[in-house]
């Protein structure tokens, strides 16, 4: 029997039975099996495409509501149950928020510059998924995760999303402080429920933005983290050639906090620093940001890429959004066609805010360095 036929079948088990239940004023029994029936639905939906998975989706939704609108108790049913019920519906409608999963569209040619960071991500992640024969006849290396580190808004996540699209994966991504704070004392089920999620798909991308928060050395709540990162550490273990399918992705803006067992080889195998824009790459930020904007004749994109060494890719599309404002505000008072002028863009770079310091890129040089 296949897999969809399965919960297809226990679907309709549930469904039934909780319906029955319901007309017999059963709200304890109705309640679980249609709690049931809506992740049997959730399964089926994650199985199927297009049209039927959001048929599916908004079906099962609409039973979480209907099932959570019933009383949790009648005699009819056991405390036992009536509790595996109640845990079944927080996971369900919890996993729904902090998981997200989706299909990327985001391109590796979108990323601006990072070439030799982009290369290296095709060698170790991409090819090995695609071409999983060649990669065994030379044995390259695979498996494990891989570590995005580096100044925030530098397009870590963009790179994250574009993996998943480049390898056809549904792309599951979690705030590892979600992981911890939000259901703290469940932190371990809500990484195994995350694994188990992405284990489900033929093919998935698994991000965990924030890694230090879980994989921290020093550690907010230390008993939060002397049973998380164990948890961690063996669902990313489990992980090795076995399910070549699954691919983890971590990404951190403060690698130095960063458990040291967490970083070797097999978990975090590989680290990839992903640096400031260099000159090219600001220019293409640039340009990509001012797709299809007029600009002046005086409008030189490689001052401006000059101008704005020390912003991230994040600063320049902000430094982009508000220099667009001088010319549109002009045009809607003038009523007239309107150009973005090279002094609309400078005067706002005079007065920027950078979102990282000098001195932050030097404790990057130096983790990077080995110190
Ligand atoms: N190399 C890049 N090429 C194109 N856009 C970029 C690049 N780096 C950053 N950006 C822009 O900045 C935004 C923030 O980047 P993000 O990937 O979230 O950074 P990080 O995850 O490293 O903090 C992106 O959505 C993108 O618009
Ligand atoms: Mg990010």
Request: with cysteine.
């Amino acid at each position: 029997m296949s897999r969809q036929q399965f919960y297809l079948d226990h679907f309709k088990r549930y469904y039934q039975r909780g319906l029955k239940a319901h007309r017999k004023g059963e709200h304890g029994l109705a309640r679980m099996s249609l709690l049931k029936a809506a992740e049997m639905l959730y399964k089926l939906a994650a199985e199927s495409e297009g049209e039927l998975q959001k048929v599916r989706k908004k079906k099962a939704r609409r039973l979480l509501q209907l099932a959570r609108s019933m009383p949790e108790h009648t005699s009819s049913v056991s405390s036992k149950g009536g509790a595996a019920a109640k845990n079944g519906d927080v996971a369900a409608t919890n996993s729904e928020k902090w998981i997200v999963n989706e299909l990327p569209d985001v391109k590796m040619d979108d990323v601006a510059g990072l070439e030799d960071v982009k290369d290296l991500i095709r060698r170790r992640v991409i090819y090995p998924f695609q071409h999983p024969e060649v990669t065994e006849k030379y044995r390259k290396q695979k498996g494990g995760g891989v570590l995005l580190y580096g100044p925030p808004g530098n397009g870590k996540t963009m790179i994250a999303r574009a993996i998943a699209a480049e390898v056809d994966a549904t792309f599951f991504s979690v705030k590892c402080s979600d992981i911890i704070s939000k259901w703290v004392g469940d932190a371990e089920r809500n990484l195994q429920k995350l694994f188990e999620a992405a284990r489900e798909r033929s093919r998935a991308v698994i991000f965990m933005d924030e890694t230090e928060a879980i994989v921290s050395r020093r550690g907010g709540d230390s008993t939060v983290m002397n049973r998380v990162i164990p948890e961690f550490l063996s669902q990313v273990d489990g992980l090795d050639g076995r399910h070549s399918g699954l691919l983890l992705l971590g990404a951190t803006n403060r690698p130095w906090d960063m458990d040291e067992a967490a970083l070797r080889t097999g978990r975090f195998g590989e680290l990839i620093f992903v640096p400031m824009p260099d000159l090219p790459a600001r220019r293409r930020i640039i340009a990509m940001n001012l797709d299809g904007i007029p600009l002046s004749e005086d409008f030189d994109l490689d001052v401006i890429a000059t101008r704005t060494e020390g912003y991230t890719g994040a600063d320049l599309e902000g430094l982009c959004e508000r220099a667009k404002d001088a010319p549109y505000e002009r045009e809607i008072a003038s009523g007239e066609d309107q150009r973005l002028e090279a002094a609309d863009i400078m005067s706002i770079i005079d007065d920027m805010r950078l979102s990282v310091t000098k001195r932050t890129i030097a404790k990057y040089e130096k983790f990077r360095s080995g110190d």
